[in-house]
């Protein structure tokens, strides 16, 4: 319903003036009337936000993509292996320590027998 801001008329809906007083009658002119730069502004607005979300987003798929390539590789990461002789450790694919020359496929880390007695 629609009333004369003027005289406080009811004013069928589609009335442009009032038939009491003449007045032109306002109706939701705001939201009509509203700058479309505003409008605009806004919308940019969100739109940045929305780049910078999906940007945002876009750079935790590559840090997740890197953590998991970087996982695999660890998973594939053989331990060292460390010379019975100098206690060097070597590439897990050495079979001759680098620094004593001591043959690695011999080594026995763990069953290092105790000579002081
Ligand atoms: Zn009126
Ligand atoms: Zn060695």
């Known amino acids: 319903m629609t ?23 306002v109706t939701d002119t705001s939201a009509v009337g509203a700058p479309s730069e505003e409008l605009k502004e806004a919308l940019t607005k969100m739109s940045v936000e929305m780049e910078k979300a999906f940007n945002i987003a876009a750079k935790q798929v590559q840090v997740a993509f890197k953590t998991a390539r970087e996982n695999m590789q660890k998973a594939g990461y053989k331990e060292p292996v460390v010379c019975s002789n100098c206690g060097e450790k070597n590439a897990a694919s050495a079979v001759y320590c680098f620094q004593c020359g001591k043959s690695l496929s011999e080594a026995q880390p763990a069953a290092k027998p105790d000579e002081s007695t």
């Open 3 to 25: 009333y004369c801001f003027s005289c406080g008329k009811e004013l069928p809906k589609d009335a442009l003036y009032c038939s009491n007083c003449g007045s032109k009658v």
